[in-house]
C-alpha cells in the first residue's frame, strides 16, 4: 500500500537557519503530495501542494518539489523564524490519505 | 469565520462512559472525516463520509461510531470508553471527486483524556 516516510524529530534550529525536513512517499500510480503543519494547540493546516511530478509548492517562504525519480517532497525553508516552531506532516494523496509521522521543528531565537 | 469546527475542545471523562465529539464544517465540502493522534502524533484515519454513506472505516473498535445528520455534521458517539482511548481527535472535510478529496480542512481538535 501506499506510505510516507519523514525524517524523526526532533529538530532544533536557530533563527535564520536553513531548515529541511525529507519526506519519501511509496505509491502507485501518481499520487498528490502535501505538507500540513500543525502549531501547538492548532489542528493541521495545508502548508503546500505539489499535484504531478517536477511541480513546485511553496507558501510562506517554504518549498517542495515533487520528484517522482526519487519519489521525494523534501520541504526547505531558507532562513526560518521562530514562528515556524511547529509539528510538520508530509501527506499522499492516491487511493487514501497518508500522513507521515510528523517532524517537530523547534526554532530558537 | 470558522471553517471545521469542533465540540468540545477538550473532553476529560471516566472509563466505561459514553460521549459524543461534534463537528461541523461550513466550507459546502461533501466529505467530512474522523482522525485519532495518539501522544507520538500519528495521525491516523478512522472514518469518512460521504454525501451521507460511510466509505472508509480503518477497522476501529465498533465502540466508536460516527453519525452524519447532514453533509455539514460528522459527529463521532464513543461508547464504554477506555484508557487507550486517550488521543487528539480531528475532524476535516473536502470536497472531493473521487474517494478522498485533493484537500482537507482540518478543525482544532478535541484532546480527549480517560481516567
Known amino acids: 500500500g501506499n506510505s510516507v516516510t519523514q525524517m524523526e524529530g526532533p529538530v532544533t534550529l536557530s533563527e535564520e537557519a536553513f531548515l529541511t525536513i525529507n519526506c519519501t512517499y511509496t505509491?502507485?500510480?501518481?499520487?498528490?503530495l502535501f505538507w500540513y503543519v500543525q502549531y501547538p494547540g492548532e489542528g493541521l493546516q495545508l502548508l503546500l501542494k505539489?499535484?504531478?511530478?517536477?511541480d513546485k509548492g511553496s507558501n510562506k517562504g517554504f518549498e517542495a518539489t515533487y520528484r517522482k525519480e526519487t519519489t521525494s517532497f523534501h520541504l526547505e525553508k531558507g532562513s526560518v523564524q521562530v514562528s515556524d516552531s511547529a509539528v510538520y506532516f508530509c501527506?499522499?494523496?492516491?487511493?487514501?490519505?497518508?500522513f507521515g509521522a510528523g517532524t517537530r521543528l523547534t526554532v530558537k531565537p | 469565520d470558522t471553517a471545521v469546527s469542533q465540540t468540545p475542545k477538550y473532553l476529560v471523562t471516566q472509563m466505561g462512559n459514553d460521549k459524543s465529539i461534534k463537528c461541523e464544517q461550513n466550507?459546502?465540502?461533501?466529505?467530512m472525516y474522523w482522525y485519532k493522534q495518539d501522544s507520538k502524533k500519528f495521525l491516523k484515519i478512522m472514518f469518512s463520509?460521504?454525501?451521507?454513506?460511510?466509505?472508509i472505516n480503518e477497522t476501529v473498535p465498533n465502540r466508536f461510531s460516527p453519525k452524519s445528520p447532514d453533509k455539514a455534521h460528522l459527529n463521532l458517539h464513543i461508547n464504554s470508553l477506555e484508557l487507550g482511548d486517550s488521543a487528539v481527535y480531528f475532524c476535516?472535510?473536502?470536497?472531493?471527486?473521487?474517494?478522498?478529496?485533493?484537500?482537507?480542512?482540518f478543525g482544532p481538535g478535541t484532546r480527549l483524556t480517560v481516567l
Open positions: 476535516a472535510s473536502s470536497q472531493t471527486t473521487g474517494r478522498i478529496g485533493p484537500e482537507q480542512f
Open positions: 501527506a499522499l494523496l492516491g487511493n487514501d490519505m497518508r
Open positions: 463520509y460521504n454525501n451521507k454513506e460511510l466509505i
Open positions: 466550507l459546502g465540502h461533501d466529505t
Open positions: 505539489a499535484t504531478k511530478a517536477d
Open positions: 505509491a502507485t500510480g501518481y499520487p498528490s
